[in-house]
């Protein structure tokens, strides 16, 4: 039997897999979304249970993202989709205080060892109760972390200007 290739899947053009981290909510799938309208999205009443997937090709690279649940009872999940990762994003929503949760996910994070961008979404119309330097604090010290971007997720532009730093 011969086994060939997807026509979809190019050798010559570098792959990166990028996970998305963060509690329920935060705006990972609408992240992905605003790039990859046709992605997929595992969910149950609007809640991502499973993983959410789109590939997206961008100044000669292929990124693969992968939308992780936000739920506590998801993690090990989020440990599966996160093999053999080349970065993670960590969303915030800054509508939201920091809570226990997010830490509990930044901690999953340093355990794997993966060079991460906290992305700090500023949701329209929400006040923001979650500050930059609220996110740079609680993530500075933990390695791999390469820096913040604050914007609205739903705004193409600024999905972009993260692929920009991967």
Do not use: W
Request: some cysteine.
């Amino acid at each position: 039997m011969k086994i060939t290739p997807s026509v979809f899947y190019n050798p010559a053009m570098p792959l990166k897999k990028i996970v998305i981290f963060g509690k329920g909510e935060a705006g990972k799938s609408t992240f992905i979304s605003t790039i990859i309208p046709d992605a997929i999205n595992v969910n149950h009443r609007g809640r991502t249970i499973a993983l959410d997937f789109g590939t997206y090709r961008h100044n000669g690279r292929e990124f693969h993202f992968y939308g992780t649940p936000g739920q506590a009872r998801f993690n090990c999940i989020r440990d599966i989709l996160a093999l053999n990762a080349h970065h993670a994003l960590m969303v915030f929503d800054a509508s939201r205080p920091l809570e226990i949760t997010d830490s509990d996910i930044l901690r999953e994070i340093e355990g794997l060892s993966l060079p991460f961008f906290a992305i700090l979404n500023l949701k329209r119309g929400h006040k923001s109760p979650l500050s930059e330097s609220d996110v740079s604090g609680i993530c500075k010290d933990i390695p791999g972390y390469r820096g913040l971007f604050c914007g609205d997720v739903k705004d193409q532009g600024f999905v972009i200007s993260v692929l920009n730093a991967l």
